[in-house]
């Protein structure tokens, strides 16, 4: 098999190549603590990406899989040289059948960041790391389970946040599965533009559903069919995760953003999915609040990082007032001129 490989008794760490994408996928959807970010779907989006290296470690014992962490590897001249589990995506980290694989998994991507000359190997775990390893505490994730009829949904979500759906259902909202992605392009490149952040190119969204085919959804929400937002989700193991969302600006005054996530929440239930993950925020956030107030209970992620080259943990925080000047010259920038430019920089994003 054409891999590097580690041995520790009769523990194998090999790189993934092609040919076994089928194996680590049929080892993450029997492995309880995999998540979609785990998939290997995500090695073909990363080697897409002209800004990054794939190295996916899993462990071998006796021809069977026992273990896997997946990495990306970003040459970024803003953000510097890291390798992450896992790039693009909220979750990572390691997946094993025992501790014993888990701490091999780890020592050969430390072994992997220094050999590499990295700044720092981060990986993204929703429970804590050993001391040595530095981290980032200010992201939390939302997930609820859903019940099996839309009405019962409908009544759980909180008093206020419900009021604020029905306005959207009074506005005469409509929802539709998009098949291309054009409107949510333009829908979601104009909302991060106005956040004052760099949008990801067309193509890597097209790459996304192509990659994840029936398990990546663009629902869109249009007023006298105009596009106003949209969220691109995606399906893994019984639960919907909305991942790239946004809406024009007209979209907070015709409530669609409240409308929009109550029916992927109503056409989920439908599809007897059972878990709803709303994904990573910041505490203090505007996206924050908005998940809380549907009574979703804020889980704190670990995302811990073994510096290499670098001297201290790095500070991405989009709050830290070092980017206030960047985000304010962004959306100040035509769309045209950001889709543009978006691309080039969003390429150490992730």
């Given at each position: 098999m054409k891999s590097s490989q580690e041995q520790e008794g009769s523990i194998q760490i090999k790189l993934l190549d092609n040919e076994e994408?089928?194996?680590?996928?049929?080892y993450v959807n029997n492995n309880s603590q995999a998540t979609f970010c785990h998939r290997a779907e995500w090695h073909s989006v990363l080697q897409a990406s002209p800004a990054m290296k794939t190295h996916y470690l899993y462990a071998e014992q006796e021809g069977v899989i026992s273990g896997i962490l997946p990495l990306g590897e970003i040459r970024s001249l803003m953000f510097g040289h890291t390798l992450v589990s896992t790039p693009f995506c909220v979750y990572g980290g390691v997946c094993s059948d025992n501790a014993?694989?888990?701490?091999?998994?780890?020592?050969?991507a430390s072994s992997l960041a220094e050999e590499l000359h990295v700044d720092y190997l981060e990986v993204r775990n929703t429970q804590d790391m050993p001391e040595q390893w530095s981290s980032k505490d200010f992201y939390y994730t939302f997930q609820k389970k859903l019940l099996p009829e839309p009405e019962a949904n409908f009544e759980?979500?909180?008093?206020?946040?419900?009021?604020?759906?029905?306005?959207?259902?009074?506005?005469?909202?409509?929802?539709?599965?998009?098949e291309d992605i054009d409107d949510f392009y333009h829908v979601y490149s104009t909302s991060v533009k106005n956040l004052g952040t760099p949008v990801y190119s067309k193509q890597y969204f097209t790459c996304l559903k192509?990659?994840?085919?029936?398990?990546?959804?663009?629902?869109?929400?249009?007023?006298?069919?105009?596009?106003?937002?949209?969220?691109?989700?995606?399906?893994?193991?019984?639960?919907?995760?909305?991942?790239?969302?946004?809406?024009?600006?007209?979209?907070?005054?015709?409530?669609?953003?409240?409308?929009?996530?109550?029916?992927?929440?109503?056409?989920?239930?439908?599809?007897n999915i059972q878990l709803f993950d709303f994904g990573r925020s910041i505490e203090g956030t505007g996206s924050f609040s908005f998940k809380k107030n549907w009574g979703f209970t804020p889980a704190k992620l670990y995302y811990a990082q073994r510096l290499i080259r670098a001297s201290h943990s790095p500070d991405y925080d989009?709050?830290?007032?070092?980017?206030?000047?960047?985000?304010?010259?962004?959306?100040?920038?035509?769309?045209?001129?950001?889709?543009?430019?978006?691309?080039?920089?969003?390429?150490?994003?992730?």
């Open positions: 994408m089928g194996r680590w996928n049929a014993e694989v888990g701490k091999l998994l780890l020592e050969r759980a979500i909180p008093r206020k946040q419900r009021a604020m759906v029905r306005k959207g259902i009074a506005n005469g909202l409509e929802s539709n599965i998009d192509e990659s994840f085919a029936g398990d990546c959804e663009i629902l869109t929400i249009r007023k006298n069919g105009k596009a106003v937002s949209s969220v691109l989700n995606f399906y893994h193991a019984g639960s919907v995760l909305p991942y790239y969302g946004g809406g024009l600006p007209e979209a907070r005054n015709l409530k669609a953003h409240d409308f929009m996530y109550w029916e992927l929440m109503r056409r989920s239930c439908e599809k989009p709050n830290n007032s070092k980017y206030r000047l960047y985000i304010k010259l962004w959306q100040k920038l035509p769309l045209t001129l950001a889709n543009f430019l978006g691309p080039l920089l969003s390429r150490g994003l992730a």
